[in-house]
């Protein structure tokens, strides 16, 4: 049971544009979500997270969404660039900290 | 800076060998967990720990064990390896307050012939 879900494998996005990435979730009591970056032979890094009483949050280029009522949640990279080129996975916690569920994750690729 | 550290980045072991794979971390994080990842399969957990000697299954934990006799290390076990258990392997720590971030290692790529 699947309970994180990015139907999309993969995105491709020109430079300077935005890139979205979403993420679909079936668990109402998930109350923290977290997005990581991972690249080819490294382990994922943390990006961004937002707590579930806010509906935004941005970090430089990074922002995300959060549609409690849709189970939804996006992240937008603006401007994006070649270096963003990684898989990016959704995370949503549970009540504890040892309960994660991730998403399969999504491939972005900016072209120069 | 927390720092995750994997024994190998990269495995090949002979089918029905024996695999350790073993994981430190200096941040003094109660939890710890093993992951496999795969492609169009994301993240899938196949153990977690909350603390010494206490362990929990994951998602997939059937062909693996675990350990844990030290706060900052856990240990990974494939009793007989099989083909099917090539992977990328990531462990991650937690503090158990807090947002929930996990910490990841580099990962070990495992191949099983």
């Known amino acids: 049971d699947q309970q994180v879900k990015q139907n999309s494998p993969s995105l491709s996005v020109q430079e300077g544009r935005i890139s979205i990435l979403n993420c679909d ?25 937002i707590s579930s009483i806010k509906d ?25 660039q070649p270096g963003d080129s990684a898989v990016y996975f959704c995370a949503a916690k549970g009540l504890n900290n040892n309960d994660m569920r991730f998403g399969a994750g999504t491939r972005l690729t900016v072209k120069p | 800076d927390v720092k ?24 003094d994080h109660e939890n710890m967990f093993w992951y496999r990842q ?12 909350y603390d010494v000697k206490m362990k929990e299954k994951g998602d997939i934990p059937e062909g693996y064990s675990v350990s844990r006799e030290k706060k900052e290390r ?19 720590s937690t503090p158990w307050t807090g947002t929930g971030e996990q910490y990841f290692g580099p990962g070990t790529r495992l191949t099983v012939t």
């Not at chain 1, 979500?33 to 890094?45: D, I």
Request: charged residues 20%.
């Open chain 2, 74 to 92: 856990f240990s990974l076990i494939l009793e007989s390896a099989s083909t099917n258990q090539t992977s990328m392997y990531l462990c991650a």
């Open chain 1, 56 to 80: 935004k949050n941005e970090d430089g280029r990074f922002t995300v969404f959060l549609n409690k009522s849709a189970k939804h949640l996006s992240l937008h990279i603006v401007p994006s």
């Open chain 1, 25 to 49: 979730y079936t668990n109402s009591m998930f109350d923290y979500f977290l997005w990581y970056k991972k690249y080819p032979a490294e382990g994922p890094t943390f990006l961004i997270s």
């Open chain 2, 4 to 27: 995750v550290t994997q024994s190998s980045r990269y495995l090949v072991k002979r089918t029905g060998e024996k695999v350790f794979l073993e994981c430190v971390q200096d941040m």
């Open chain 2, 38 to 49: 795969d492609p169009g399969l994301g993240l899938r957990l196949i153990y977690f720990s």
